[in-house]
Every structure is written in C-alpha cells, then in structure tokens.
C-alpha cells in the first residue's frame, strides 16, 4: 500500500468520523440542558421523539418552529434522538415533568414498527439499547398509553400526538402498510386518553396520492442507502429535497426521513397548536 493510498483511507475515516459527530450530535436545547440552564423564557414547548425529530438526518422541523417570528419568547425544547423507541420515551418522563412544560409534541413510533418488520431490523435495536423485551403492536399500545397517560397526570401541558409517518412510499408495500397499522394505533390510542392527535401519517399519504409520483419506492433496510445520504447532506450544498429526489423520493429522503417538503406539513400541524388563534 503507497503512502498516498494510506493519506486518502486516514483521510476518508476522519471525514466519516466528522459526519457521524454531525448526524448523532445531541440537540443543546433538550430537556437536560433545559433544566440546568433554567431559562425564564416562556411558555415552554417539548417536541419528543426519535430521528425525525432529533434533526440532523432529516429536515429540522424544531429548529425552524423556533425561529418562527411569533415564538422568539417561547423555550423550545428538542427532546429527539436518533433511533428511539416508545420505551426511550418513557426514561425522558421523569425530566420532563421536573420542566413542567407548556406544551408537548409527542412524535414516536418509527422505530417501533420498524422493529416488527424482521428479525435482523429487531436485532439491530436490541444492540442499540439492549432490549430485553419484544417489540410487538402490544409493546407499542402499552408503551404509547403509559407515556400519555403520565404527561396527562402528571403535567399540565398541553399534550399533541402525531401520527408516525410513512415508510418508504409505495403503499402497497408491506413496511408502508405497517406504518399505516402504526398509525391507526396511534389514533386509537390518542382518542382512547382524550388527547389532540395530529394525522401526519394521514396527510403523507394523501400528499403522494395527489402528487401523482410513479413509481414509488418502497422501504428496505439498507444502512448504507441512509449513511451515504447523510454523507451528501453534510459534504454538499444538496438539500434534504434534493436528497429525496436524487433517491427517488417526494417527502422522505432514504425511505424513512422527513425532507423539507413532508417536514413542513408536520411543521405547519405543530404551528396550528402553539400560534394563537385568529379571530
């Protein structure tokens, strides 16, 4: 191996390694930090979640609802990290009720059904967070209902549950039709506790049948698909639409993440929430 060869490979890993810093970095604004800082600002607005809402391998739907004129008093909080389950929801619930938020946006569920898929797509999250426990629909209901239920008793924020989103876009697919199944649980769920439900997974799909967009992809696992977009993000001027579009996508980018353009209609179903009501 020429001593070059050995430079471009040294250089490649440590452009990687800057990458995954990017794409895994902690969002500074989370519940953590917000209860050690202490901020004044108020009313304080909770997003809760995994990936999509974390925002750095998707479009930044949080980031930008802070930056929206009418909020700069507000505290927004973005309690999203990469990969989450429901029961990485419940471990959050201790700070949150210590934040005694204004509002919280509760956006999980992806991880979830994705786990349901296979044994392989299992396998990968028990290595993440040595599950020690299935992942099923039940686990799903159960979970989902004890995280609402206990924002509902044991805060007073004003509690809004979105829908998860599509997966892939084909939706005669079999990982489409799961999120689907996730969705109406979700619904079910969200009307059983009385609480605001949000039909992101509802409008998405509505969206891509009225886009007309053939054919559509669907969902596979493929690790490397997602990387390598995330690459592009970070070591281009490409936007997470153009990243969609390149992968053959209209509102995701890797047959998972939210681009601008799907992040704006959860975006805009979050703003309907927190902005006051105009006569």
Same mark, same amino acid.
């Given at each position: 191996?020429?001593?070059?060869?050995?430079?471009?490979?040294?250089?490649?890993?440590?452009?990687?390694?800057?990458?995954?810093?990017?794409?895994?970095?902690?969002?500074?604004?989370?519940?953590?930090?917000?209860?050690?800082?202490?901020?004044?600002?108020?009313?304080?607005?909770?997003?809760?979640?995994?990936?999509?809402?974390?925002?750095?391998?998707?479009?930044?739907?949080?980031?930008?609802?802070?930056?929206?004129?009418?909020?700069?008093?507000?505290?927004?909080?973005?309690?999203?990290?990469?990969?989450?389950?429901?029961?990485?929801?419940?471990?959050?619930?201790?700070?949150?009720?210590?934040?005694?938020?204004?509002?919280?946006?509760?956006?999980?569920?992806?991880?979830?059904?994705?786990?349901?898929?296979?044994?392989?797509?299992?396998?990968?999250?028990?290595?993440?967070?040595?599950?020690?426990?299935?992942?099923?629909?039940?686990?799903?209901?159960?979970?989902?209902?004890?995280?609402?239920?206990?924002?509902?008793?044991?805060?007073?924020?004003?509690?809004?549950?979105?829908?998860?989103?599509?997966?892939?876009?084909?939706?005669?697919?079999?990982?489409?039709?799961?999120?689907?199944?996730?969705?109406?649980?979700?619904?079910?769920?969200?009307?059983?506790?009385? !609480?605001?439900?949000?039909? =992101?997974? +509802?409008?998405?799909? /509505?969206? %891509? #049948?009225?886009?007309? $967009?053939?054919?559509?992809?669907?969902?596979?696992?493929?690790?490397?698909?997602?990387?390598?977009?995330?690459?592009?993000?970070?070591?281009?001027?490409?936007?997470?639409?153009?990243?969609?579009?390149?992968?053959?996508?209209?509102?995701? !980018?890797?047959?998972?993440? =939210?681009? +601008?353009?799907?992040? /704006?209609? %959860? #975006?805009?179903?979050? $703003?309907?929430?927190?902005?006051?009501?105009?006569?």
């Amino acid at each position: 191996m020429t001593h070059l060869t050995k430079l471009w490979i040294l250089s490649f890993f440590i452009f990687e390694s800057c990458v995954i810093f990017q794409a895994t970095k902690v969002p500074t604004n989370n519940l953590k930090a917000a209860i050690e800082t202490k901020s004044n600002k108020t009313p304080t607005v909770v997003f809760l979640g995994d990936s999509i809402t974390h925002g750095r391998v998707s479009y930044d739907y949080v980031g930008s609802i802070a930056k929206h004129p009418a909020l700069a008093d507000y505290q927004v909080i973005n309690e999203g990290i990469n990969s989450r389950l429901t029961v990485q929801i419940l471990e959050q619930l201790e700070n949150l009720k210590e934040l005694k938020p204004d509002y919280v946006f509760l956006l999980i569920g992806t991880n979830d059904l994705k786990a349901t898929l296979s044994e392989e797509e299992y396998k990968r999250y028990e290595k993440i967070w040595k599950l020690k426990d299935p992942v099923s629909e039940t686990s799903f209901v159960n979970n989902l209902t004890k995280i609402i239920q206990t924002i509902q008793k044991e805060t007073k924020a004003k509690l809004i549950v979105f829908s998860p989103p599509i997966l892939g876009e084909d939706s005669n697919s079999i990982p489409f039709q799961r999120s689907k199944r996730f969705a109406e649980l979700t619904k079910q769920v969200s009307t059983k506790e009385n !609480t605001i439900y949000k039909p =992101l997974h +509802e409008a998405l799909s /509505k969206g %891509l #049948e009225e886009s007309n $967009l053939s054919p559509r992809k669907s969902y596979t696992q493929n690790t490397w698909s997602m990387y390598w977009t995330i690459l592009k993000y970070y070591s281009t001027t490409y936007s997470w639409n153009d990243l969609g579009e390149t992968n053959g996508y209209y509102y995701l !980018t890797d047959a998972i993440h =939210l681009n +601008e353009r799907g992040g /704006k209609i %959860l #975006e805009t179903m979050a $703003l309907q929430e927190i902005l006051p009501k105009k006569e």
